[in-house]
């Protein structure tokens, strides 16, 4: 019983002379899965579905869930205003190219009912 307290109190005198371990200077390089999430938020906050307040909102909770720093946070909003018109022109190529697809299905049927 007597060693084992030794030990312990050697254990513990070792583990409190380590100094304390730093994080590494190095940046630590993005996986895919980080981003694709980041794409996810990016999406989320330059959608033009979305109100106003609900992304003001969404970007706040982003803040509090993963710490931003001001820098941060505003680099991801940057990120997704300059999004948000490239979102807004595929929509407005999208519905152009669904109206073609109508006017040609509509002229090929009249087409066919003229035969």
């Known amino acids: 019983m007597r060693s084992t307290a030794i030990a312990i109190l050697f254990v513990s005198?070792?583990?409190?002379?380590?100094?304390?371990?730093t994080v590494?200077?190095?940046?630590v390089q993005a996986t895919t899965r980080d981003l694709q999430y980041v794409r996810?938020?990016?999406?989320?906050i330059a959608s033009l579905d979305h109100?106003?307040?609900?992304i003001q909102d969404y970007e706040n909770s982003l803040v509090k869930l993963f710490g931003l720093g001001s820098q941060e946070s505003t680099a991801i909003h940057n990120a997704a205003t300059n999004f948000k018109p490239v979102l807004?022109?595929?929509r407005?190529?999208?519905q152009a190219i669904?109206?073609?697809r109508r006017m040609a299905a509509d002229r090929a049927a009249r087409l066919q009912g003229a035969s």
């Not at 005198?13 to 371990?21: E, G, L, W």
């Open 92 to 94: 407005q190529s999208a």
């Open 40 to 44: 996810f938020i990016i999406l989320n």
């Open 13 to 21: 005198s070792i583990c409190t002379a380590q100094p304390p371990q």
């Open 51 to 54: 109100s106003s307040q609900s």
């Open 98 to 100: 669904i109206a073609l």
């Open 24 to 27: 590494a200077a190095t940046p």
């Open 88 to 90: 807004s022109q595929y």
